[in-house]
């Protein structure tokens, strides 16, 4: 059973640019959310894709936006980035059941804007 | 909105002692899920413990187990016999039942010193 992976590990960008992150979920499981973590602060929830569907979003604003692909991996892509958007970005997959939806998390990419 | 929060942002106990990580949370839901993660320097997000609102008994996992009080709205971590490999940043999260985004605390972070 491979766990979440997320590419890539690492990135930096300008103001203004646009990003895309990846993240491949755990085996079996068909739900993905992702999290922003800014330094120093707890993660804050992004958005979550069921069945490449999204299925809730946070308060994020529309250049936030995501896809989630028939074997179930996703992309978190960013547009026109802002310094703000500097964080440790979080992806989490788990077993959409109806009840308790435990999510397992990846490593996180680091994303620095300058 | 549901809320979480963290009142200890830093935390520092001897190996082997006894620590107890606060957690306080509001919800007009009847039925959530609580967690506590643990975020070591290697940024992976690692479930420590989790708890449904609905089952009186605390849980327990190994040297983890939590102090559930629903009434007071509180959920804490004790964490026994500690050991080095405890040292990380430890979040306390909230899951409704209604959806399933986790609203996380800021986080406390635990020094384990030998």
């Known amino acids: 059973e491979t766990g979440v992976t997320q590419s890539p590990t690492h990135l930096i960008k300008t103001r203004g640019q646009q990003v895309t992150l990846r993240c491949s979920s755990q085996?079996?499981?068909?739900?993905v959310s992702w999290y922003q973590q800014a330094l120093g602060q707890g993660p804050q929830f992004i958005f979550q894709?069921?069945?490449?569907?999204?299925?809730g979003r946070g308060n994020f604003p529309p250049r936030f936006s995501g896809l989630q692909f028939p074997n179930y991996s996703s992309e978190l892509n960013v547009n026109a980035l802002e310094l703000d958007d500097s964080a440790l970005y979080l992806c989490?997959?788990?077993?959409?059941?109806?009840?308790?939806?435990?999510?397992?998390f990846g490593p996180g990419t680091r994303l620095t804007v300058l | 909105a549901q809320t979480v929060t963290q009142s200890q942002p830093e935390m520092s106990v001897q190996e082997a002692e006894t620590v107890t990580l606060s957690c306080t949370y509001d919800?007009?839901?009847?039925?959530?899920?609580l967690f506590w993660y643990k975020q070591p320097p290697s940024r992976q997000m690692i479930l420590v413990i989790r708890?449904?609102?609905?089952k009186q008994q605390n849980a327990t996992e190994n040297r983890f187990s939590v102090n559930f009080q629903k009434a007071a709205k509180s959920f804490s971590l004790k964490i026994s016999d500690s050991q080095l490999g405890d040292t990380a940043m430890y979040f306390c999260?909230?899951?409704?039942?209604?959806?399933?985004?986790?609203?996380w605390g800021a986080g406390t972070k635990l020094i384990i010193k030998p």
């Open positions: 999260a909230f899951m409704g039942d209604s959806n399933y985004q986790l609203i």
């Open positions: 894709y069921y069945r490449e569907e999204e299925n």
């Open positions: 989490a997959s788990s077993l959409f059941r109806g009840l308790i939806n435990e999510q397992f």
């Open positions: 085996s079996g499981h068909n739900t």
């Open positions: 919800t007009s839901e009847s039925n959530y899920y």
């Open positions: 708890q449904e609102a609905y």
